[in-house]
């Protein structure tokens, strides 16, 4: 007799196989320290230590939604589907903190359209000096929960 699952038991354990898949990208190592203050495109550089999968699958989220990393490294977000960004400039979102002394980043100009996406085989990527924990969102999808935490020890 076949089992039927329902669509949160599916996105559940497909959830699960696919953050376990992950958590061996998103270790630490380095960066190789080159980058600028992370307002641009990657096509390399880090060697794929502390990757950030946006929109996976379709879904609303940041696989991994926290990661640790240490000051001077790089995380890159991969734009794995339309329609998303990544902004941690505290006035695009109450949601949004970062550490006294750090600078907001984001896909976007500062004080740019909030709204302006990146197109899904995308990268970004930004290296963080100041420790503290930051917190970021995907701007037209914070309202469904599209949040993220970088913790920079």
Request: with cysteine; glycine share 18%; net charge negative.
């Amino acid at each position: 007799m076949p089992e039927s699952y329902s669509r949160r038991q599916f996105v559940a354990g497909t959830s699960a196989v696919t953050i376990a898949a992950l958590a061996g990208c998103s270790g630490g190592g380095g960066g190789d320290g080159d980058s600028d203050d992370g307002d641009g495109s990657s096509d390399g550089g880090g060697g794929g230590d502390n990757i950030v999968a946006v929109g996976p699958g379709g879904d609303l989220v940041f696989e991994p939604d926290e990661i640790t990393i240490s000051t001077g490294e790089t995380v890159t977000w991969e734009f794995e589907s339309p329609t998303h960004n990544v902004s941690a400039y505290p006035d695009m979102s109450e949601e949004i903190s970062i550490p006294d002394g750090a600078s907001g980043f984001g896909t976007m100009e500062e004080g740019g359209d909030a709204y302006e996406t990146v197109s899904e085989g995308e990268t970004f990527e930004h290296t963080f000096e100041t420790a503290g924990e930051y917190t970021y969102v995907c701007v037209p999808h914070v309202a469904s929960g599209m949040i993220g935490t970088i913790v920079v020890e």
